[in-house]
Structures are given as C-alpha cells and as structure tokens.
C-alpha cells in the first residue's frame, strides 16, 4: 500500500505542473502567520506582504508588513519587534465595478502603501509605492507581478481588517502616483 501512495504522490506532483495547477504565491510572511496581502513585484525577485500574527480576529494578534526575497530575513519588517504599529486601510472604489484597498504606514520618514485593486474583465492589479514625508512623488513604485496578487479570503481576517482606520490623502486623492 504505501508504494501506491508513493507513486500517487510522485504523479501527481509531476502532473500537477502540466495540467496548471498553480504553485502557492510567494510570501513574506512568517510560518504560521496568515497572508491578508502578498505578491511578487515585477523586475527584482522582492515579495511585499501585509501579514497577520496570532489572532487579529479576536484582538489578541497584530499585523505587520514584510518586504525582500526570503521570509527568513526580510529586507524590511514594521513594526520592529514589539513595537506598536499603527496601519491604515483604505476603501478604492472606481466605476465599472472595480475597487479595492490601500494599507499604509509611515516609518523612520517614509510612507508605505501596498495596494490591491480588482474588478470587470478579470482586472487584477496591486504594487508598492514609497512616499518621503511631505512629498507626492513616489521614491519607489512597483507594479505586482501580472497575475501574481494573493488577497485574503477569510471573512474574519477581513472584519479584523475594517477596523483599521482610514488614510485621508489616499481617501482623498487615491494611490499615490496612480
């Protein structure tokens, strides 16, 4: 029985690729933790992550951005190890059925903005963009891989996420360089 299995499991794991079942998309976020946003940026190898620790649904957790190519070291986390942190989420509503959210933060300077926008005709589109304090040109801008957006569906880790509050600027003007 178990050389069945093996050869099960040897099979499938060589089918799967030619049949287009999808590899899990990349993320920064630590084992156990759980995705609310992550993707792989185009042009650099880098994955952005917004992730949740522990059980944000009940208050006893928190979220945290990870950013760089391995989730062992990241190039980039916030907040730092027990550090508050204080995240926006921010509604993006455009015509055409189409919207999504914006999470930011401001660290030692800079604003940070991960986005996720989806709607008609199967539009899927997120990135980066990094912001100096007190400028409205973006220092760093990247695109999510096409295809590549990871956004969460679990109802809970959304309701948890609601509750943050808003970002006026991104309210007001949207993304920044969009």
Same mark, same amino acid.
């Given at each position: 029985? /178990?050389?069945?299995? $093996? %050869?099960f499991?040897?099979?499938? %794991?060589?089918?799967?690729?030619?049949?287009?079942?999808a590899?899990?998309a990349p993320?920064m976020?630590?084992? @156990?933790? /759980?995705?609310?946003?992550?993707?792989?940026?185009?042009?650099?190898?880098?994955?952005?992550?917004?992730?949740a620790?522990?059980?944000v649904?009940? @208050?006893?957790?928190?979220?945290?951005?990870a950013?760089?190519?391995?989730?062992?070291?990241?190039?980039?986390?916030?907040?730092?190890?027990?550090?508050?942190?204080?995240?926006?989420?921010t509604?993006?509503g455009?015509?055409?059925?189409? @919207?999504?959210?914006?999470?930011?933060?401001t660290?030692?300077?800079f604003k940070?903005?991960?986005?996720?926008?989806?709607g008609? $005709? $199967?539009?899927?589109?997120?990135?980066?963009?990094?912001l100096?304090?007190?400028?409205?040109?973006?220092?760093?801008?990247s695109?999510?891989q096409?295809?590549?957006?990871?956004?969460?569906?679990d109802?809970?880790?959304?309701? %948890?996420t609601l /509750?943050?509050?808003s970002?006026?600027?991104i309210? /007001? $003007?949207?993304?920044?360089?969009?």
């Amino acid at each position: 029985m /178990k050389t069945y299995a $093996n %050869a099960f499991l040897l099979a499938a %794991a060589l089918i799967a690729p030619a049949i287009g079942v999808a590899a899990p998309a990349p993320t920064m976020c630590a084992r @156990g933790d /759980k995705p609310v946003f992550s993707c792989p940026l185009a042009g650099g190898g880098k994955t952005v992550s917004m992730c949740a620790a522990g059980d944000v649904t009940h @208050g006893s957790g928190h979220f945290y951005y990870a950013y760089g190519r391995d989730a062992a070291k990241p190039e980039l986390t916030y907040p730092a190890a027990n550090a508050p942190a204080e995240f926006t989420r921010t509604h993006l509503g455009f015509g055409g059925n189409t @919207g999504g959210y914006a999470y930011s933060f401001t660290n030692a300077g800079f604003k940070y903005v991960v986005y996720s926008v989806s709607g008609s $005709n $199967n539009l899927q589109d997120g990135g980066l963009v990094v912001l100096k304090d007190g400028q409205d040109k973006p220092v760093k801008q990247s695109a999510c891989q096409a295809g590549k957006v990871t956004d969460t569906d679990d109802d809970a880790l959304i309701d %948890a996420t609601l /509750k943050l509050k808003s970002d006026p600027a991104i309210e /007001k $003007n949207g993304v920044p360089g969009q």
